[in-house]
């Protein structure tokens, strides 16, 4: 475990250094930030029915989404792009290591130090200008990082996976299109899902993608009570356990007849 615990350390190390990077990038979630907040504004205006979150708890759903959306899937792993569009996977193979854990391992540093350089800034920004709530307790807080934890690791099964079928695609633009759908929209990152109709949501609540974003944010807000955390950690933890398996078998048999590009 020690070696994939440097090889984590040192791809954090390497993304925690593109810091204009991530300012740039603030400052483009602050204005799609600003811009949904405007649309929610005008819906929480002229609808004559009883939303299900507040239009505050929406506002602070919002900002939560653009401080962890490094979080989200978005594309696979382009070092493991590039490694197996050149033909360097052949030294992935001839390293002592497993390598289904590598790999993770590099997805998890690519989701969390991104996240962490925008994040904070991000968040801070929204509490002090932007109108975002604090949780109603130290307990929905406690939770809403337990549950962004969980978040990371099934984030980090799903890149994996995606990179992982980069045996067969090589480019990866048509698996990363057809997912991200499915991601942004099941998430809760475009639209909440307490918004979505009763007879969607049991299929949204099964999926996975509810834990990338709607659950954590939700347990912040305190519309998932705590009483009720427990098993919605276990369904990110059960599909993270799903996802890494299911990753596992989709490599040993892209391994068993794998075609070297480049070299």
């Not at 509810?210 to 369904?235: K, M, N, T, W």
């Amino acid at each position: 475990m020690k070696a994939y615990a440097a090889i984590l350390s040192a791809q954090f190390r390497t993304l925690l250094q593109y810091r204009g990077a991530a300012l740039a990038g603030l400052f483009t979630q602050v204005f799609f930030g600003l811009v949904i907040v405007m649309v929610y504004e005008g819906f929480y205006r002229a609808t004559t029915t009883t939303p299900p979150l507040s239009l505050a708890q929406v506002v602070t759903y919002t900002w939560l989404g653009q401080a962890m959306l490094g979080l989200i899937p978005w594309n696979v792993d382009p070092e493991i792009r590039n490694l197996i569009r050149s033909g360097g996977v052949a030294y992935e193979l001839l390293r002592p290591l497993d390598l289904y854990r590598l790999w993770f391992t590099r997805c998890l540093a690519r989701r969390s130090a991104p996240t962490l350089l925008r994040a904070l800034p991000m968040l801070a920004l929204a509490y002090a200008f932007l109108g975002m709530q604090l949780p109603p307790s130290w307990t929905c807080l406690l939770l809403w990082l337990a549950a962004n934890a969980g978040a990371l690791f099934l984030s980090a099964a799903f890149t994996a996976l995606l990179s992982t079928s980069l045996l067969w695609t090589i480019s990866g633009e048509g698996i990363n299109s057809l997912v991200i759908c499915m991601i942004i929209l099941g998430s809760g990152l475009q639209i909440p899902l307490p918004f979505y109709p009763d007879w969607l949501l049991p299929v949204l609540d099964f999926l996975p993608f509810r834990g990338l974003f709607d659950v954590p944010s939700r347990l912040y807000l305190g519309h998932i009570p705590p009483s009720q955390a427990l098993p919605v950690l276990a369904h990110q933890f059960l599909w993270t356990l799903a996802l890494i398996g299911f990753g596992r078998w989709v490599l040993a048999r892209g391994l068993r007849r794998l075609e070297v590009q480049g070299g």
